[in-house]
């Protein structure tokens, strides 16, 4: 039985998808550009920090195919679907205030992962998040959605660098005094696979997110799950 598990947020413990695609075509809008996307597309944006999300959105909007979204910025530069790096600081503008404003009317934590993380703390077992969104956003709605059900929260800030680097995974199981070979890691993303084998840990993903069960596997993902409910045997057999 683990000592600590640590989740991811976006697409894990919290259907966030609703906030924010209203807020990524609220800012696309005031920048003049389609802003019609459904949550489909816009959750295939998210999960790598506000800039590289921001980044996608405007990708999208350009006509980039979703199996070329998680590129944008990195083999794919800006140019392909024709927005710049001042577009990008332009949009973020746009989505932060409006996301912060809006972030808990349409977020809703999964369907029984309240029930799994009471499980885990009446087993003594302790729970933490560790989110690419903004640390305000991620305290704020730990603290509304799930009172006294994780030990620490931590999210996107200046100090620390953000997933997949293993910074803030490590410094949680540092807060909570466990080893990483006492914990696990829980996400939905292929960033959420890469932070796990960077820190050390080995990682559950979730099909019930932002990514499909065949993305998954094909960036690696050796345990998969497609229901909270299926969490409970392998964090606490």
Not at 141 to 151: G, I, K, M, T, W
């Amino acid at each position: 039985m683990y000592k600590a598990v640590i989740f991811d947020m976006d697409g894990t413990i919290l259907n966030t998808i609703g906030d924010l695609t209203a807020a990524s075509n609220y800012a696309l809008e005031k920048m003049g550009k389609r802003h019609d996307f459904p949550e489909e597309k816009i959750k295939l944006c998210f999960g790598c920090g506000i800039d590289a999300d921001m980044e996608k959105v405007l990708a999208l909007e350009g006509g980039c195919p979703e199996e070329e979204l998680e590129y944008i910025g990195s083999s794919i530069p800006f140019s392909r679907y024709h927005f710049t790096g001042e577009d990008v600081k332009r949009l973020k503008s746009l989505f932060v205030p409006r996301y912060a404003a809006h972030c808990r009317e349409k977020t809703a934590p999964y369907e029984g992962i309240p029930e799994v993380l009471s499980a885990l703390r009446n087993h003594g077992i302790l729970t933490a998040v560790a989110s690419n969104k903004d640390d305000r956003d991620v305290q704020v709605l730990e603290r509304a959605l799930f009172p006294r059900l994780f030990d620490r929260a931590m999210g996107n800030h200046k100090e620390i660098r953000r997933k997949p680097a293993p910074d803030m995974v490590l410094a949680i199981l540092k807060d909570l005094h466990v080893s990483p070979a006492q914990a696990v890691y829980i996400g939905d993303s292929e960033v959420d696979l890469e932070t796990a084998k960077n820190a050390g840990l080995p990682c559950i993903s979730v099909d019930w997110g932002f990514r499909t069960r065949p993305f998954l596997l094909s960036h690696g993902a050796r345990v998969i799950v497609s229901s909270p409910r299926e969490l409970i045997p392998l964090l606490m057999g």
